[in-house]
């Protein structure tokens, strides 16, 4: 017997066009000016919502992301106080990452230089204000060459790498690094929400502790916002360790590669065939 049925509804649909910017800053290579190396944190919150318990309205991302986008500044002042790099370097603060990393991938559609001949992608997307780590956390191992190159600068801070203890949150394909590393360009995302760092002042235990309730009470809520409480030693620990993979790769000539089980080593491949 066939099951017989109709259905109707009526939705109502609000559209608004909102205008919103990426910000982008560059030092040309002295050497290999049309070759890039990137950086990128996003400059959007979730701004006003309800109110607290307090009557706080305001979501401002202190942590998620003005302190990555304080790190890659402090990376680009450094840059810019010595010698020009080899290859052009890109400082890039994205819009609209909280509404589906739109502002990412809006430049990905629309590159200032061609992906087959950007280097790298590092990302600085909320890092943690807990104080100095013993251990780097890498999220998704077995990705890329890139994986390395952090362990062995990791490894000159005299810290060691300990892979993303949350997989399960799939931040590999949640921040703005992703819109690039789908065009072929290999990445590193330092995002505090992986995993619990190993903190030099009470280890790993601790550092779930900040982990649970950063994630738990302060993730896009009114408290993410500074306090003069925080301890940004490790935030400079990661600052530093992105600053030191960066110009590495902006004074070689090296191109990380895509491991061969990467789901991205095929778009770089056929990168790698339009640059020679």
């Known amino acids: 017997m066939a099951l017989k049925a109709t259905f109707s509804a009526n939705a109502p649909v609000e559209l608004a066009r909102i205008t919103s910017h990426n910000v982008i800053g560059k030092l040309t290579g002295s050497k290999y000016p049309n070759e890039t190396v990137s950086y990128g944190g996003h400059w959007d919150a979730y701004g006003i919502g309800p109110a607290d318990a307090q009557g706080r309205t305001i979501r401002p991302g202190a942590a998620d992301d003005a302190l990555g986008l304080a790190a890659m500044i402090e990376i680009a002042r450094k840059f810019a106080a010595g010698p020009r790099p080899e290859r052009t370097l890109l ?12 502002g990412s991938e809006y430049y990905a559609q629309h590159p ?17 204000f807990a104080g100095p780590v013993k251990d780097v956390v ?31 949150r799939g931040l590999f394909y949640r921040a703005d690094h992703f819109s690039l590393a789908k065009r072929g360009v290999p990445v590193l995302l330092d995002m505090a929400l992986a995993g619990a760092y190993d903190l030099q002042d009470g280890g790993r235990e601790a550092g779930e502790r900040w982990l649970s309730e950063f ?50 080593s095929k778009v770089r491949e056929a990168s790698a065939e339009t640059r020679r």
Request: hydrophobic letters at 35%; a negative charge.
């Open 91 to 102: 400082f890039a603060a994205w819009t609209s990452e909280e509404r589906g990393l739109l």
């Open 112 to 128: 200032l230089y061609p992906h087959e001949t950007m280097v790298a992608n590092l990302t600085l997307d909320t890092l943690q």
């Open 138 to 168: 890498l999220i998704g191992k077995g990705q890329s060459e890139m994986e390395q190159l952090l362990a062995q600068a990791a490894q000159a801070q005299g810290r060691y790498v300990t892979p993303e203890g949350h997989p399960e």
């Open 215 to 264: 994630t738990g009470k302060c993730y896009h809520q009114t408290c993410d916002a500074w306090s003069p409480d925080w301890n940004l030693g490790g935030a400079v620990q990661e600052a530093d360790l992105f600053y030191d993979i960066g110009a590495r790769l902006a004074n070689s000539r090296e191109w990380p590669k895509w491991l061969p089980s990467s789901e991205f």
